[in-house]
């Protein structure tokens, strides 16, 4: 830079002669034109020189300007590297740095590489890291300056400097001495102090149970948002007006602990709802500051535990089972009603938790424990429980004759729990069961019939002597089912009865069912029954039923005589029926003509005797249509019929039959027919025939003069047609048999009759699909009804197959 005008001054010096030899060769019309040029070479050259002194001078004075600004960068950098410092340069709008000086490498805990100063969270605390972040971050966003503490994670602290000029942004971190240190930790401290007074107020407010501080004067001073609710406040303001949470007097101080602070349980009101508090309250500069803590919850948990310790505690009071909790201190802690009552303690010296030798000693003395060579080893062993693990079940047979089963366990809460369970009754009804099952041993064996016991695999479990007697086997030879089948010379039937047996011993449990029956076993008759036993297993019993066989044949040979003899005596009577009504229909003619004066005029003697030949024939006549008419409907061959009847018609017929006999009586009669009694169904003839019976008997069974009353009325879709007289009566041995063929019983001077008439009402009502009944008493009458079906005998048939 110093000589660089030299090679420009020696050109400009050089030129005029390189020009003058040109010159000489022009000729004298250009030299005008070479005078100019010159004359510009001239200025150019003078223009050169000027601007070439004048750069010269420039150059020496930007020479002493870089000596100074090397001097000063000198200076500064001396400066920069006399103290021990982080400096990070970042130009505008650049996320890498400029420029990073690191001169505190093994200083003040700050990493020895560079490229780790800027990974300030590896070697800086958390809060310090993330203000430091903020802090640049506003810096290189908004050029807003910084100096704060910050701490490393070994705990020393540094100052962080930060400032924003000509589009670079500077950071600077060192090490504190002296004052400086001492007020910027102070400065730190205060700050940490104010995050974390602020950070517990934000927790504190937003904690889901009330907390409060009361001054000396006992006004609010501060309370968090969920007391604010609880008071039903809106805000802090209204709150400090607003009712205060809790009484000194509301407070349940059963529950204090001034270890913890806790006053005692209060409860409140909120929104309705009964709320439960633990209320903890402690001084504090100024005032008390207090909190709430919910335990509704808790309250209703230990309300409900306590109601099922009590239900629990009842429950084991009707237990037959003593029970008695120790504690680990070996104290009673709980005992039920039938512990006092086992060991016949005073319950009132039993509720002062006695210990568990205690009462070993007293109930040793009132003999009432198991008789023991040596009681304080025995005494001691029972003791040992409370330290052992295992569950030890023990029986005492007490001087009484009582048999207990102790059982002794950990109980989970510590101690043990004792269960008595008394087994006198199971013992004694095991010797009774024992020889129970003996004698019914000894019953089976001695039993006539064969019993036996098969398995569910169909084997022979069990055989009384007259089964092995009978089948010639031994219940100890375990024989199949099947080899009884199989067995030779066995009847048909035996074998087939054999194959039944085995269905229902051997088959599934849904097929496994009752199998009885009788069969032929040689010369004589055995009866069976295979029962299947809810084990599985099947009982099988053989009687010999010979006897009842013959003597059923005999019955049955009996019976079919007696039928036979009953059809003959049917077939007889409706035969002689027919053959006498022939003559008797000639007798009543006769009668009839010789009465009309035919045979000339008659005597009132003779006219009274023919008026008796009349009546003694129309009485025959009946009895013969009786007969008859029972063996068509004993021989099924009765047909009626049906048609639609007026019941008030129907009874006014009847009794237009029997006027004759009325008048001869002097009686009357009365009919009485209820409003809704419809119209029927049925065989018009034969129920006149059913009224005038009834007419007949009422008639001949009253005192002359006597009142006679029938009638009818509905009762659902029955009409119940009834005839009462008030008659002698029949007596109640006789009234199970009115209804009987053949059956009367009259009396002296009074009506008698064949005893067909009751029975002939019987079965045409029931041939109506109706039925009758009878109320007798003696010397107060008889009244006899008639239920017969609205819609007539077919359709009532048909409903009931339906």
């Not at 250009?30 to 003078?46: D, F, H, K, N, R």
């Not at 000639?586 to 003779?606: C, N, Y």
């Not at 021989?635 to 018609?649: P, R, S, Y």
């Not at 009422?698 to 659902?716: D, L, N």
Request: charged fraction near 25%.
């Amino acid at each position: 830079m110093r000589h660089a005008g030299l090679p420009f001054l020696a050109l400009m010096a050089a030129a005029p002669k390189a020009l003058a030899a040109p010159l000489v060769q022009l000729s004298a019309g250009s030299l005008t034109a070479a005078a100019m040029v010159a004359t510009g070479l001239v200025l150019t050259a003078g223009f050169s020189i000027f601007a070439a002194l004048r750069f010269r001078t420039h150059l020496a004075h930007s020479r002493e300007r870089i000596a100074d600004l090397e001097l000063l960068l000198n200076e500064a950098e001396v400066s920069l590297l006399s103290e021990p410092q982080v400096l990070v340069i970042w130009r505008s709008g650049e996320a890498k740095p400029e420029r990073l000086i690191n001169n505190m490498r093994g200083t003040a805990q700050v990493p020895t590489q560079s490229n780790e100063i800027l990974a300030f969270a590896d070697w800086l605390e958390r809060d310090s890291n993330t203000h430091l972040a903020e802090s640049l971050r506003e810096l290189r966003d908004s050029g807003r300056a910084f100096n704060i503490g910050i701490k490393t994670l070994k705990g020393e602290l540094l100052e962080a400097d930060g400032r924003a000029a000509g589009g670079l942004a500077t950071l600077r971190i060192r090490p504190l001495v002296g004052d400086r240190r001492q007020m910027t930790e102070l400065a730190f401290d205060a700050s940490k102090l104010g995050k974390q007074v602020e950070r517990l107020s934000s927790i504190l407010d937003s904690a889901p149970f009330p907390a409060w501080i009361h001054g000396k004067d006992g006004i609010l001073a501060w309370a968090n948002q969920a007391y604010v609710a609880a008071v039903e406040a809106t805000s802090f303001e209204s709150a400090q007006r607003a009712t205060s949470l809790m009484k000194a007097s509301d407070i349940d101080t059963t529950r204090a602990d001034p270890s913890k602070y806790l006053l005692g349980r209060v409860h409140a009101i909120q929104q309705g709802n009964r709320r439960a508090y633990n209320v903890h309250q402690m001084p504090v500069d100024g005032g008390v500051a207090g909190f709430a803590i919910d335990v509704t919850s808790l309250e209703n948990a230990e309300k409900e535990l306590d109601r099922h310790i009590r239900a629990h505690t009842s429950t084991l009071d009707k237990l037959d089972t003593a029970i008695a909790i120790f504690g680990p201190d070996q104290r009673l802690r709980f005992f039920n009603q039938a512990y006092a009552k086992l060991w016949g303690l005073d319950a009132k010296w039993l509720e002062g938790q006695p210990l568990d030798g205690e009462i070993l000693d007293r109930l040793r003395a009132q003999r009432l424990l198991p008789e023991q060579a040596n009681y304080r080893e025995w005494k001691e062993k029972q003791l040992s429980s409370y330290t052992t693990l295992e569950v030890r079940e023990n029986y005492w047979y007490l001087p009484d004759g009582r048999s207990l089963m102790v059982i002794c366990e950990q109980h989970p809460f510590g101690g043990v729990t004792y269960l008595y369970e008394n087994l006198t009754k199971e013992h004694q009804l095991e010797s009774r069961v024992n020889e129970l099952f003996d004698t019914q041993r000894e019953t089976l064996d001695n039993l006539a019939e064969s019993v036996a016991l098969f398995g569910s695999d169909g084997n022979l479990r069990l055989a009384n002597p007259a089964f092995e007697r009978l089948w010639k086997v031994a219940a100890a030879s375990r024989s199949h089912v099947d080899e009884f089948s199989r067995l030779p010379n066995l009847e048909p039937e035996a074998r087939a009865a054999w194959v039944d047996i085995r269905y229902g011993i051997t088959g599934l449990e849904g097929s496994r069912k009752r199998a009885e029956g009788r069969f032929r076993h040689g010369d004589f008759y055995l009866s069976f029954r295979a029962v299947p036993l809810p084990d599985g297993h099947a009982l099988i019993t053989f009687a010999d039923v010979t006897d009842s066989v013959r003597a059923e044949q005999a019955l049955r040979d009996r019976t079919e005589a007696l039928e036979a003899a009953d059809r003959l005596k049917t077939t007889f009577l409706s035969s002689v029926s027919y053959e006498i009504r022939t003559p008797l229909t000639s007798i009543s003619g006769f009668a009839e003509a010789l009465d009309a004066g035919i045979a000339g005029s008659l005597s009132s003697k003779q006219r009274e005797y023919v008026l008796d030949i009349r009546r003694s024939a129309g009485d025959l006549t009946t009895i013969i249509d009786a007969i008859i008419d029972l063996s068509a409907i004993d021989a099924g061959a009765m047909e009626l019929k049906v048609g639609t009847i007026d019941v008030m018609q129907l009874l006014e017929n009847a009794t237009t039959r029997v006027m004759p006999a009325l008048e001869r009586r002097n009686q009357t009669i009365s009919i009485e027919v209820a409003a809704n009694v419809p119209e029927i169904r049925g065989d018009a003839a034969r129920l006149e025939q059913v009224i005038g019976h009834l007419l007949s008997n009422a008639i001949g069974f009253s005192q002359p003069g006597a009142k006679i009353t029938m009638g009818a009325r509905r009762a659902k879709e029955m009409v119940q047609i009834w005839v009462a007289d008030t008659g002698r009566g029949m007596d109640v041995e006789f009234q199970n048999k009115a209804f009987e063929r053949f059956q009367s019983k009259p009396a002296p001077d009074s009506h008698r009759g064949p005893g067909l008439g009751l029975s002939l009402v019987k079965s045409f009502t029931e041939l109506h699909g109706g039925r009758v009944s009878l109320v007798s008493k003696i010397d107060h009458g008889t009244t006899v009804v008639c239920s017969l079906p609205i819609e007539g005998p077919q359709r009532k048939s048909t409903q009931r197959a339906a």
